[in-house]
Structure formats: structure tokens, C-alpha cells
């Protein structure tokens, strides 16, 4: 998103025909070398035509453009003001010197300049999304946010202006949860925010006690159960993800995933004939989800059955499309098919297994 | 012991026919500092992160002179030194040297490194692990001793000295060589050598990798590398016969070894623990050599299909139905895989359903050991342990590199993580490396030899023999067969029905070589109604109502 003067034709139609005798030749030679990409000399020319002419409020608007296209944004904010001095509605010149404003760090003077464009011409989505960009900068995501969502209405998939959104609701997610901790801090939500935002930056100690303390204060809080259960599996401590995901199974008897993660860590527990009944819960929503199967026939491996973990396991397979999924359901229906005495199917799925194996390990020396 | 502990010992010991119960909690003594061993690891990690500094050091225990005491033998790393030539071995320095402490009672040693001739100090040999066995068949354990640059074969002096036989006897191993276990490979009476070798990496290839943190590069970063077969020509020479005798047709990045009889077809087969790569395992098929059907067999992966990093394995029967099994230790979050032989020539990945899952997500393990440590009559696992990485809690939070070593009894197939009660060694992190195992005190028990990376060893001393449980060790002695009995099966039966299957080796592990004694634990059986031996060779020797708590000798019967 760049700042682009509107009407910089008009401004020099009028320009031009303000000036006249050596200002007029100043101002030529200045317009004619800015649209040759010739900024040094143009801007001298300028500050020779202003020199000469300092009441003609267009030439300091022209001098500024030129400024702010070489990038010294505080020069170009000196003339740019001084253009609005003499001419408070000079068109385009609150936008840019806005937009200079907030280059120095001067977020707050450049709002009532970005204000004032977006209410002159309220068409310009980009004077709002600076105006949204000052607000930000100057710390009040909650000003900043109902502009950013009026420019995207014109720019929606504009890549500056969708950080810019991303960066607001990131602040007032961090307002808000700073005003929790300041007010209720030994509150259950509190607790909560703290636990996640452990958990979202990998401190996973820190987010197990967190929940926990969150949890000791509300137990109708599935989501947290769940957030608890997955840390203490990647923890490797599998009945205490268990004990987490079966409290939230309480809240969300019905919750398929739920039941997918306890039959997952009554599997690792060793515990297939106790995973079993989860399993299948999970397995049976329709469609059944892939993982769901693939767990199922592991389970159904563990307990020696070996024709219905081969029916799940394929059905697992017929439904997956990530080429690591199913790696590993070929290794396991060969030791199904082995297991049943099938040793062809075992061999073409070692044989699948092999090719896929190769392919996905193919950077390895 | 918790209720449902007894519970399950209970259950277990109906299965097994045994009835005994541990009336103590199994406790390890640490006595390292008593036993006179002034040994030191010496790694000399330097900044440029060689791979081969992490990965050392081996432990063996021997019975060198013959005195009925087991000695200790510890491999040192070495020094990296920048010569004209680029970076050498350097192991000039005495802390620098390989050690043997010879036993003078079980509990104290005295150093006769220098006296017997195994400093390795004009090697440049950066050491690794050891394999005992005594190859040239004259009653006396012989040594060789891995390592990168070379291998090392000590030909033992009737008990006084060792004599280096390595460039005579055709037994020099270039490269990387990592963890090597002698066995009968062709039972032919002589004990054979197999050598793992690790990657194809030098020091002229060795750089660091991380990107912001510099860390040891994955294994993945190097070539894999063919592992070497040495046959004994029976004059005291060996011949390479890894291409002609099929093990050298596969290659990986292998650290451990042990040997065993997957198929019961009499002959030993091999299970090698590779780091990151598929793990195999060499059929023994007789005069057509090996074939590796590690993955046909569902040993390769993990249950679901992935590689892990295999570093020490153990092939010993873990649930007492007389088939060897596979342990082997990995990396952090990888679990320390347990393959159970399902007879038919398959095995199944049952880590989980063991208990294992549950115990080691969270651990990285080196060496490991099914031997049973509180004399129930099932064998436990032991792990010595710490990440392969020294600054993995830069890389990655809640990861550690300095873990205390893992004891897990077994109870009736299922594991229990009981280090916690074991003593305070097994609440120490340190950089566990290789473990040996055997009875230093002749009282009955396991003890180990915990190799520790950079540091000095640690020196267990068990309390099993103070249980009300029995136990027997058999000590072979071959005569058609290999003289160390190496290659044995022996079987016990006691009266109440239940079996045990010991295979005579000093393998297993990581970089170790540990007691030949073979040690069953009884529970509160005092007789075993039978004993059989199936000889390498052929011969099966039974002996009957022998008693317990006891050392017994069995000699081969002569051809």
C-alpha cells in the first residue's frame, strides 16, 4: 500500500497557472524533472520557485511530494505544513503529510490529518487505513479497528492492510487480557489466558499449571480440559491426558474427537481392550474420521483381530491422502496381512510402504 | 510395593510357575568411590561439535586372570589435535588411555593398565565400546576395542598380559566401528567377530549443524556404511567376510549389537540397532551366509513404520515363552522400542502394551539390558541414559540432556518404572553411555558398570542376593563348541513348571561386553528340576535337581 497524491495533474494545472516568469520556469523545470525520476534537481527547482514565491501554497504542496518521493519525510512534512498554512484545504496534502507524520513515529499529530482526508474524500481507503495505522501506533486498537475493517470493504486482500487488522485485534486480545490479569487476576479466566498463552509459546510446564489452576476454579471448561490433556501427552504422561480428556468427555459426552484422544492415550497406556469402546465412538460418526480408523486398527492389532483391524486400517486408507498417513497404515496392514497369513497383501504393502518410505525420506544421506 | 504391583507380581508369578515375592525393594549401592577405580572419561568436546564426541564410551567386564573376580575394562575418547596434516587422534596423555582395573576382591580394584599393555596410548584411535570372548580358545577372555580410526584385538597372555594382534590376526576395522560382539557365526567352535560400524563420516567431513545454536549433526546428514564380518580362520587369524557372507549387501548407521536365535534353527542371528534408519536383523542361513529381514519380519520401524534412533539393543526373552525378544533404547519421544518374537518368524512392536511407552517418551537411552535384577524370574530392563545432543534444552524446551539411568522391573510382561526406589544413582542426570553387566562380588546379583560421558564411571552394586528369592548362575565351558560356552541356549525348568531362556553372550547393550556367566533369577524355587544346554555345536547336555544360589559349571560333553 503506498500513498499516491490524486490529483497531481490538477495540482499542476493549477500550479502552472499561478506562476509566472522565473517562478513559472522554476516550476517547470521542477514538474518536468520529477516525471523524469530526476528528484535532486527537481526539488532544488522548487525550493527556488518557493524561495521566490513563498505565498503560493500548491508550489510547498508540489515540494512536498517531491520530498516524500526522496524519502526525507521531515522536509517534506516542513513544506507539506506549510502548504496547509496558507491553503487549509488544499486537496491531497493531509493525506500525505499524514502519511509523513506517521513515517517519523509521529502517530499522533498525523490522526487529524488522516481524519481529515478520510472525511474529505471518504472514497480513500487507504487515508483509512493509515488513519487505522496511526491509531494503532499510537496504542488504541479499539479507534484503529472500525477503520481497518472500512478499508478492507475496498481492499480485501490488500497484504499490509490484513497485518494491520492481524495487529489489532492481536492488541486488543492483549488490552483485554492485560485488564483481566489487573482486575481478577486469581480469576479461572485468568488462570485461562495465562495457560495459553504459555501453551501458544511452547512453555508447556508453565501452561500444564496454569490450566490446572484455571480448572481447580471452573470445571465446565471442555476446551481447557482438552488443551491440558494434548500438553500431558506430549508430555508422554498418558493417564493424566486421560484423566483431562475424559473430564472434558463429561461436559461433551458426544465430542467424537474427545473420545478419539481418550481411545489414543488408553492406547499408548497399553490399554487396547479399554480404548476399544472410544474408538469405535469416535470411528462411528459419519463420515468416520481417517484417524479415528487408523487408531481403531491399532487397537484392534494389539488385540489380536486381525480381519477387523485390516477392515478399519483400509478403510483409513481409502479415506487419506497425506502420503505420511498413509506410509504408516501400509506398514500396518502388512502386519496385519502377515498376521493373517496373507503374505502376498503383506508384500504389497511392504511394497507401498517402501515407496512411499523413499520418497518422503529422500533428503536423508 | 503398591497393591497393584503385588497384584500384578502375583499374576506373574502364576504364569511363570514361581512363587516368590521380593521382600526387600531392589536398591543399587553406589560404591565408586570405594572401589579404588580412578577412571575419567575423557571426550574432549570442543566447540566444532565432532560427532564422535558424544558418543563414547564402552565398559567391559572380564574375568582377565582367571581368578573368579570380574575386572574392569573402560574405553577411553581421546584427544582431537590439530596436526600439519589437518586434525588427529592424540591419546598420548594418560588420562587419555583406555583402563583395566583388575578385581581384588569384588569391591576393590587396582589399575593394570599399564602392567598388562592395554593403554591403546600410541593408538590414533579414538575410542568407542569393546567385545570380550576368547577367540583363540585357550581358556583365557580376550579384547577388542572399536573405535574411529580403527579397531584394536588384544590377545590375552594366559592371564598376565594382553598382546596387540591386531594387523597379525587381519582384525583392523577401518572407519567409525561402534559397538562388536564376538559369536560362533558358522559354529564351527571358534568365536567370529561382528563390528558395527556407525556412519560414513570423518573428521575431515565432520562440521557442526544448527543454524543459531551449533549442535552434533544428525545422522541423517552422513552416508550409512556397511558393518563388518570377521571370520576366525582358527590359527588366530581373521578373514573379511561381510560382502560373501551377506551382511555387508545393506548398510546403516549402526551403534549396537546382540546375538540370539530368532528363528530357533540352532544357528545365531544378529540384531543391529541403527541410529535413524531402518534396524536389522541378519538370519543366519547357515552355509548361504546372512540375509538382513529386518523388515519382513517387523523389526525395522516402529509400529508405524518409522525409523528411530536405534542406539543400544539387548535380544533376550523378556516375557518367559522361550522366544528371543528385542529391546532397544532411542532418542527422546521416539520410546524405547520392545519387538516380542511371535514365533513364525514374526516379531510385533508391543512397547506400549509393555508399559514402555509410558516410561521412556520423555528419555533417551544408550545402553539397555533384559536381565532380572530382583530375582522373580523375569527379566528386567535397565538404561543408562542422557541425550545425544548437550544442549538440546537450547534446542528444544522440556528436553533435557542429563537424565538419571532407567530401572524398570518386569512383572509378568509388563514394565514398572522403579528408579525412583533404586537408590540415589538413579536419581543423578548424568551422560549415561555403555553399562556393563555382572556379579563384581560374586554374591549372587546383578551389578553394573555405569560409563558415564566425560565423567568418572558409576559402580552398582545390587542388594538382590539379600531377598528372600533364590537364583543360579552357570558358567560354560566348551569343548567341541567355542571355549567361553558363547552361543549357548540354556533353558531351566523348576517344579512348578515355569521356564527361563538364557543365550550365552557377552554382547548387548551399548559399546559394552558384560558377564559370560549366565544368571537366572528363582523367585522362592531353592531347586531347578532341569537345566538344558543346547550346544553351538549340536550337543544337548540336561542336568537334573540342582540346587540354587549357586554358581555351577557345566562343561560340554566331549564330541
Redesign the interface.
Known amino acids: 500500500m503506498t500513498v499516491r497524491l490524486a490529483a497531481i495533474a490538477m495540482l499542476v494545472t493549477v500550479l502552472s497557472a499561478q506562476v509566472a516568469g522565473p517562478v513559472a520556469a522554476h516550476v517547470s523545470r521542477g514538474v518536468a524533472a520529477r516525471e523524469a525520476g530526476r528528484l535532486e534537481e527537481a526539488r532544488r527547482e522548487l525550493e527556488a520557485a518557493v524561495r521566490a514565491a513563498p505565498e503560493i501554497a500548491e508550489a510547498h504542496l508540489y515540494l512536498g511530494l517531491v520530498l516524500h518521493e526522496s524519502g526525507d519525510f521531515t522536509a517534506a512534512v516542513g513544506s507539506l505544513s506549510r502548504a496547509l498554512g496558507l491553503k487549509p484545504a488544499l486537496p491531497g496534502a493531509r493525506e500525505l503529510l499524514g502519511y509523513d507524520l506517521l513515517m517519523l513515529g509521529r502517530a499522533a499529530e498525523a490522526i487529524p490529518h488522516l481524519d481529515a482526508a478520510r472525511r474529505d474524500d471518504p472514497g480513500n481507503w487507504r487515508a483509512s487505513a493509515w488513519l487505522g495505522r496511526a491509531h494503532l501506533e499510537a496504542g488504541d486498537p479499539v479507534a484503529a479497528l472500525p477503520h481497518l475493517l472500512d478499508a478492507q470493504t475496498a481492499a480485501t486482500a490488500d497484504p499490509e492492510l490484513l497485518y494491520l487488522l492481524g495487529k489489532a485485534y492481536a492488541q486488543l486480545s492483549l488490552q483485554a487480557q492485560a485488564q483481566l490479569l489487573a482486575s481478577a487476576p486469581e480469576s479461572s479466566y485468568a488462570h485461562l489466558a495465562t495457560a495459553e498463552d504459555h501453551d501458544f509459546n ?4 508453565e501452561a500444564i499449571a496454569a490450566y490446572r489452576q484455571a480448572l481447580a476454579g471452573i470445571e465446565a471448561l471442555p476446551d481447557a480440559w482438552r488443551a491440558l490433556g494434548d500438553l500431558e501427552r506430549d ?5 493424566d491426558a486421560l484423566d483431562a480428556y475424559q473430564r472434558a468427555l463429561q461436559i461433551q459426552a458426544d465430542n467424537g474427537a474427545l473420545h478419539l484422544r481418550c481411545g489414543e492415550a488408553l ?4 490399554l ?1 481392550d479399554q480404548a476399544l469402546p472410544y474408538l469405535e465412538t469416535a470411528a462411528g460418526a459419519d463420515p468416520a474420521p481417517p484417524a479415528a480408523l487408523g487408531a481403531l486398527g ?1 487397537a484392534l492389532l ?1 488385540l489380536e483381530r486381525f480381519h477387523e483391524a485390516r477392515e478399519a486400517l483400509s478403510q483409513a486408507l481409502a479415506a487419506l491422502r497425506d502420503e505420511q498417513k498413509r ?2 497404515l ?3 496392514l502388512a ?1 496385519a496381512s ?2 493373517l497369513g496373507e503374505d502376498e497383501a503383506a508384500r504389497e504393502h ?1 511394497q507401498e ?2 515407496t512411499l ?1 523413499a520418497k518422503l ?1 529422500a ?3 | 510395593m503398591t497393591l497393584r504391583n503385588c497384584l500384578l507380581l502375583c499374576i506373574g508369578a502364576l504364569g511363570l510357575g514361581l512363587s516368590g515375592l521380593f521382600a526387600a525393594e531392589l536398591r543399587f549401592q553406589d560404591r565408586s568411590g570405594e572401589t579404588g577405580i580412578g577412571f575419567r572419561h575423557h571426550a574432549n568436546p570442543t566447540p566444532d561439535k565432532h560427532l564422535v564426541e558424544t558418543m563414547g564410551g564402552g565398559v567391559a567386564l572380564l574375568d582377565y586372570d582367571n581368578d573368579g573376580f570380574l575386572d574392569v575394562f573402560f574405553i577411553n575418547g581421546g584427544a582431537l589435535v590439530q596436526g600439519a596434516d589437518g586434525l588427529f587422534v592424540d591419546r598420548s596423555h594418560p588420562e587419555l588411555h583406555d583402563q583395566l582395573y583388575r578385581s581384588l576382591d569384588g569391591k576393590s580394584f587396582e589399575d593394570v593398565t599399564e602392567r598388562v599393555g592395554v593403554s591403546a596410548a600410541a593408538k590414533r584411535i579414538y575410542g568407542m565400546g569393546a567385545a570380550t570372548g576368547d577367540y583363540d580358545n585357550d581358556g583365557y577372555v580376550d579384547l577388542f576395542v572399536t573405535g574411529y580410526g580403527g579397531t584394536i584385538l588384544y590377545r590375552n597372555r594366559n592371564g598376565s598380559t594382553f598382546e596387540d594382534r591386531t594387523e597379525a590376526s587381519g582384525a583392523n576395522v577401518p572407519g567409525w566401528s561402534a559397538s562388536a560382539g564376538f559369536f560362533d557365526a558358522d559354529t564351527d567352535g571358534d568365536l567370529d567377530l561382528f563390528v558395527t560400524r556407525y556412519l560414513d563420516w570423518s573428521l575431515e567431513t565432520s562440521r557442526p549443524c544448527g543454524e543459531k545454536i551449533s549442535v552434533y549433526c544428525s545422522p ?5 556404511v556397511a558393518n563388518v564380518l570377521l571370520r576366525n580362520e582358527g590359527d588366530g587369524t581373521f578373514s573379511d567376510v561381510s560382502l560373501a557372507w551377506g551382511v555387508a549387501h545393506v548398510r546403516g548407521k549402526a551403534l549396537g549389537v546382540a546375538f540370539n536365535d530368532a528363528d530357533a534353527d540352532g544357528l545365531p542371528d544378529v540384531i543391529v540397532a541403527n541410529d ?2 531402518a534396524q536389522q536383523l541378519f538370519l543366519n542361513r547357515g552355509s548361504d551366509g546372512f540375509s538382513e529381514e529386518a ?2 519380519v ?1 523389526l525395522a ?1 516402529n ?5 528411530f534412533a536405534g542406539m543400544g539393543v539387548d535380544f533376550e526373552d523378556y516375557d518367559n515363552d522361550g522366544r528371543p525378544d528385542v529391546v532397544a533404547t532411542a532418542l527422546s ?1 521416539e520410546l524405547y522400542p520392545l519387538f516380542r518374537n ?1 514365533g513364525g518368524g ?1 516379531f ?1 512392536y ?1 512397547t ?4 514402555l ?2 516410561i ?3 528419555l533417551s537411552g544408550w545402553s539397555v539390558k533384559l536381565v532380572d535384577l530382583d530375582h522373580d524370574g523375569w527379566k528386567d530392563l535397565f538404561a543408562a541414559q542422557g541425550h545425544v545432543l548437550d544442549n538440546v534444552e537450547l534446542m528444544e ?2 528436553l533435557v540432556y542429563l537424565q538419571p539411568p532407567l530401572v524398570a522391573l518386569n512383572q509378568a510382561g ?1 514394565f514398572t518404572d522403579v528408579s525412583a526406589s533404586a537408590g540415589p544413582a538413579f536419581r543423578t542426570s548424568i551422560a549415561g553411555r555403555g553399562t556393563a553387566f555382572g556379579d563384581l562380588d560374586n554374591d549372587g546379583d546383578i551389578d553394573l558398570v555405569l560409563g558415564v560421558l566425560n565423567d568418572r564411571p558409576i559402580v552398582l552394586y545390587s542388594n538382590a542376593s539379600e531377598s528372600q528369592n533364590h537364583w543360579l548362575q552357570v558358567r560354560l565351558a566348551g569343548q567341541a563348541s567355542a571355549r567361553d560356552g558363547q552361543g549357548a541356549r540354556v533353558s531351566i525348568r523348576t517344579s512348578s513348571g515355569g521356564e527361563q531362556v538364557r543365550y550365552a553372550t557377552t554382547a548387548g547393550g551399548y559399546l559394552s561386553a558384560s558377564d559370560p556367566r549366565l544368571h537366572f533369577g528363582l523367585g522362592s524355587e531353592s531347586v531347578v528340576d532341569r537345566i538344558t544346554v543346547l550346544w553351538p555345536r549340536g550337543a544337548r547336555q540336561v542336568l537334573e535337581n540342582v540346587g540354587t544360589d549357586r554358581l555351577i559349571a557345566v562343561r560340554e560333553p566331549k564330541p
Open positions: 511452547g512453555r508447556a510446564d508430555r508422554g504422561r498418558h493417564r492406547l499408548a497406556l497399553g487396547a491399532k494389539d506410509m504408516e501400509h506398514y500396518q502386519r502377515r498376521r511392504l510402504f517402501r518410505r525420506t533428503g536423508d544421506k | 541423517r546428514e552422513y552416508p550409512a535413524s534408519t523388515l519382513s517387523g520401524y509400529e508405524d513404520g518409522g525409523s519421544k511371535e514374526t510385533g508391543v506400549r502394551q509393555a508399559g511407552a509410558e521412556t517418551a520423555r524446551p522440556g509388563r
